[in-house]
Nanobody, 122 residues
Framework: QGQLKESGGGLVQPGGSLRLSCSASERAFSRYVFAWFRQAPGKEREFVAAINRDSTTRHAESVKGRFTISRDVANGAIYLQMNSLNPEDTAVYYC????????????????WGQGTQVTVSP
């Protein structure tokens, strides 16, 4: 069903911004819900944001007002714009597809990227 590949992670200072990208096939966009999850050391993978086939979105309470998920079908990309980052946002961020928009849990998603590290530190 195609590969998901994340990019855009890195080291940023508190209060800074990053934009993560996830590449996917055009066919995948028409078939799947896409989402971003993150996993910090010693913690479970947690939902960050999802975008449905009709471009409706949902975001976790912890990132509302700071993170925004979007998609660009023409360029085959899903984005996660992250603003006002703080050290608690430090984690490996994963792009996922094939899940249930109404069930923002990792087990509902079938396809995963390899992850990209985001570190927020002075």
């Amino acid at each position: 069903q195609g590969q998901l590949k994340e990019s855009g992670g890195g080291l940023v200072q508190p209060g800074g911004s990053l934009r993560l990208s996830c590449s996917a096939s055009e066919r995948a966009f028409s078939r799947y819900v896409f989402a971003w999850f993150r996993q910090a050391p010693g913690k479970e993978r947690e939902f960050v944001a999802a975008i449905n086939r009709d471009s409706t979105t949902r975001h976790a309470e912890s990132v509302k007002g700071r993170f925004t998920i979007s998609r660009d079908v023409a360029n085959g990309a899903i984005y996660l714009q992250m603003n006002s980052l703080n050290p608690e946002d430090t984690a490996v961020y994963y792009c996922a597809a094939g899940g249930n928009f109404a069930a923002p849990v990792a087990r509902s998603y079938n396809f995963w990227g390899q992850g990209t590290q985001v570190t927020v530190s002075p």
